[in-house]
């Protein structure tokens, strides 16, 4: 099984990305034969989609095609999201315009939230009400909420770092790998292509 962990920051460096190597310790410990593919959006500089495409031919020739074969071998995502001005990231939108090739379609996806103060809410609503129609990802009843963010750290974490987090994380994790298990037939089953956009 493959799991997909991306980082939406636009920042190099990022909290989320520090978060999402966090994330697959915990995912080995459950499970030590998972494979993984990170993408940090904040490294990689996704352009923003267009129908110009001749305007950044090196990454739509070469990059996209290498990302797009990634996440379409996956087999469950976990989308690592900072709350930017009290929405979900531009990245996070973004990665689901330029991939819009089925490599989504119907898999199990998991959206981990972070702030470094109290938010946090939104980009989990913004993301749960939409960004589904089209690249049909599912995203899993549990999500996680990481305030304080550059306090958590397992096994030291800060003060302010309630101390069930752990425990609700590892679940979360553990949930969405059984999702993506159990949802794998379903690829198979339906995929029709007339219906590749939602209503
Ligand atoms: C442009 C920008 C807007 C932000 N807006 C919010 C916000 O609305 N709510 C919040 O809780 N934190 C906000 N923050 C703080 C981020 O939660 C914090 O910087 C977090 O570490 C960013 O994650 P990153 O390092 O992965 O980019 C904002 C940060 C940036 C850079």
């Known amino acids: 099984m493959k799991i997909s962990l991306i980082s939406t920051s636009h920042r190099k460096n990022s909290q989320s990305n520090r978060v999402a190597k966090i994330l697959e310790t915990i995912i080995l410990k459950n499970n030590n034969k998972i494979n993984f593919y990170n993408l940090d959006m904040g490294e990689k500089q996704i352009p923003l989609w267009t129908s110009e495409k001749k305007q950044d031919i090196k990454f739509w020739e070469k990059e996209f095609k290498k990302i797009s074969f990634e996440l379409a071998s996956s087999d469950g995502f976990i989308l690592i999201v900072p709350e930017y001005g009290g929405m979900a990231t531009p990245n996070s939108k973004n990665l689901f315009l330029v991939f819009n090739n089925g490599e989504f379609f119907h898999k199990p996806g998991l959206i981990v939230s972070i702030s470094s103060g109290n938010g946090g809410a939104y980009p989990i609503s913004e993301l749960r009400a939409s960004s589904y129609k089209n690249t049909h990802i599912m995203w899993i009843p ?58």
């Not at 999500?143 to 101390?163: A, F, K, S, T």
Request: include cysteine; hydrophobic fraction near 35%; charged fraction near 30%.
């Open 142 to 199: 549990e999500n996680i909420i990481i305030r304080n963010v550059e306090q958590y750290l397992p096994g030291n974490h800060g003060e302010l770092i309630p101390d069930w987090l752990d425990d609700r994380i590892s679940y979360s994790c553990d949930l969405l790998t059984k999702y993506a298990d159990y949802l794998k037939p379903i690829q198979k089953l339906i995929n029709r292509k007339d219906f590749s956009n939602g209503m």
